[in-house]
């Protein structure tokens, strides 16, 4: 491995501040919850704003590897297993469903647990089988984890299912980050849909002429806040070739988020403050910079490399039919207290 990673031997944590600003302007659109809107908070730095929750960053953290174009991982961590599900088309051709990298609760999900194809289902229960009374193997929960869905071992996963191991077996996120604004202010503003067709048409159709206000934000300081939990990769009794692994990929997400795309919102299109930050350094070991995504990319192939037996990942079927739920049996966003990645213009 060609990145020195010495300064965090024997570490606990690498944590991360990295100073934010919009690219255009002073206003940002925060992330809005269900029945909250904003989720503003007071502290010894005055009004303060919560712009990205830890659970929306754990989802674009993983998507920092995803290319959506071709439905597969991107070309720098080709090799990581994660399992892809595949449905049968009409002429018995397959097509890509989902993968355990983008669903909500990856392995958790249930295009691979819930399924009438019980495959994937029977091996995971196969091999965790052995836990299934006393305390769980976490050594041996962690082998399996890294053997079909290794970003499971840095995003957490809860394996609820009463026949695996009666629903006890959870990983908690080893790689978490949250954007936090500091000396926040209201700006409002607003505007109209126009219907220049029927000005005053009925608006409960979304006919007519409909005005709305909405609350952006200004803010001295923005900054996301990284973890990346050192003493839980060790704890997972892996030898040094897949410890590292699992911190070079965490680093290489980190790296991919602040230099790639950080538009969270419409109108919450974020880049690193260079004013404030010529490097990123660790805030708790200022002698470690992250490295360059050219650097991680080259030790990251070397280590897949290296443990192709060990993640051979899985691709699976489902093809029953994707039911709806009726109009009563619907639970919303807001009654089920979700996160709403988007508030309404």
């Known amino acids: 491995m ?7 031997a024997g570490k606990n944590r690498l944590l991360f501040e990295i100073p934010l600003r919009p690219i255009q302007g002073q206003r940002f659109q925060p992330t809005g919850f269900p029945n909250l809107g904003a989720a503003t908070f007071k502290s010894a730095q005055g009004d303060c704003l919560l712009v990205e929750s830890a659970q929306s960053m754990a989802n674009r953290l993983e998507m920092t590897i995803w290319d959506s174009a071709k439905n597969d991982v991107i070309e720098a961590v080709k090799g990581i297993s994660h399992v892809r599900v595949e449905r049968k088309s009409k002429d018995g051709s397959k097509a890509f469903l989902t993968d355990s990298i983008i669903e909500a609760h990856r392995l958790n999900s249930p295009y691979l647990l819930e399924g009438s194809n019980k495959q994937f289902f029977n091996t995971l229960k196969q091999e965790l089988g ?23 071992l840095l995003h957490g996963v809860f394996l609820a299912k009463k026949e695996l191991a009666g629903g006890r077996l959870r990983i908690a ?84 988020l602040v230099h790639g795309d950080m538009r969270f919102r419409t109108a919450c299109d974020l880049e690193i403050d260079a004013s404030k930050m010529k490097k990123i350094s660790a805030s708790n070991i200022p002698e470690f910079v992250l490295p360059e995504l050219s650097e991680m990319e080259i030790d990251l192939k070397d280590s897949i490399a290296k443990l192709k037996e060990k ?35």
């Open 2 to 8: 060609s990145i020195d990673l010495t300064s965090i």
């Open 311 to 345: 993640m051979p990942g899985a691709t699976v079927e489902y093809n029953d039919k994707l039911e709806k739920k009726s109009d009563k049996d619907n639970v919303s966003k807001e009654s089920a207290g979700e996160e709403s990645d988007e508030v309404p213009a």
């Open 173 to 256: 996120r080893a790689l978490s980050a949250f954007v936090e604004a500091t000396g926040v202010q209201v700006a409002a503003s607003g505007g109209v849909k126009n219907d220049a067709v029927n000005p005053s048409g009925d608006t409960k159709k979304g006919f007519g002429n409909i005005p709305f206000s909405r609350d952006e934000y200004t803010a001295k300081e923005i900054t996301l806040y990284v973890n990346l939990d050192l003493a839980q990769i060790r704890g997972y009794g892996f030898d040094d070739t897949v410890s590292n692994l699992l911190i070079v990929l965490a680093l290489y997400k980190i790296g991919k």
């Open 130 to 152: 052995t836990m299934d009374e006393g305390i769980p193997d976490r050594k041996k929960l962690s082998e399996v984890l890294l053997k079909y869905d290794v970003g499971s």
